[in-house]
């Protein structure tokens, strides 16, 4: 099992639409999360960090459930311009190293 | 603000040079990271750094050198260039550990013929 999870999609949805991606991860110790987005291999943008059980920023939200070891990252109202890699971020127990997801793929169309 | 930058932004070498790719911080963050990133895959460390002068190796470090004298600096070297070292390389830094985001660089574009 890989140590941190994400379907890869393509996720295809109009204007408007709701959407929501899921990320699992092994290590019951993780503490922090971080969901990034990526636009065609520019540079890895931090969305959002979630540290308890969720975070709420305007159209997104990031929840987290320790339980099943997956945090979630719902958008709302999707936009053309939300269409790009969502990444999802687990720093691992040895300090230095994270585990990046392989991606999300998100397209927003009219 | 200039934040974290690399350079240069595009290079295209011929296999057996030597290649340094440059990074700099200005938020005197102690944690700071080297990916590459190669078509259609995600992430790779392939160095980190926890301070000035320590260094330690990531996922795929063979074939790269790095160092850091200064808190602000990162370069990478890729000693004698390949062709499987075609890539997209990115540059990150954290201010700490584990509950600090990672902040990434423009990225540096690298060919190698």
């Known amino acids: 099992r890989k140590e941190v999870e994400q379907d890869p999609g393509p996720f295809n949805v109009p204007e408007g639409a709701t959407v929501a991606f899921n990320c699992t991860y092994s290590?019951?110790?993780?503490?922090?999360f971080f969901w990034y987005r990526q636009d065609c291999r520019k540079e890895p943008k931090l969305l959002m960090s979630v540290y308890s059980s969720g975070n709420e920023d305007g159209r997104f939200t990031a929840q987290l459930n320790r339980a099943s070891q997956y945090i979630s990252l719902l958008i709302r109202d999707s936009k053309l311009s939300d269409s790009a890699t969502y990444l999802c971020?687990?720093?691992?127990?040895?300090?230095?190293?994270?585990?990046f997801g392989d991606g999300t793929t998100l397209t927003v169309k009219p | 603000d200039a934040g974290i930058t690399q350079s240069p932004r595009y290079k295209i070498t011929e296999t057996g040079r030597q290649v340094t790719l440059m990074c700099h911080q200005t938020?005197?963050?102690?944690?700071m990271f080297w990916y590459r990133q190669d078509l259609g895959h995600g992430l790779r460390l392939i160095y980190y750094s926890a301070a000035a002068d320590i260094t330690d190796k990531g996922e795929v470090p063979d074939g790269y050198v790095v160092s850091r004298s200064k808190t602000e600096n990162f370069p990478l070297t890729l000693e004698s260039a390949t062709r499987s070292q075609t890539s997209v390389y990115f540059c990150?830094?954290?201010?700490?550990?584990?509950?600090?985001?990672?902040?990434f660089g423009d990225g540096t574009r690298l060919s190698i013929l």
């Open positions: 990150a830094s954290s201010q700490q550990w584990g509950n600090q985001p990672q902040h």
């Open positions: 938020w005197s963050h102690s944690y």
């Open positions: 971020v687990v720093p691992n127990t040895n300090a230095g190293k994270s585990t």
């Open positions: 290590n019951s110790a993780s503490q922090s």
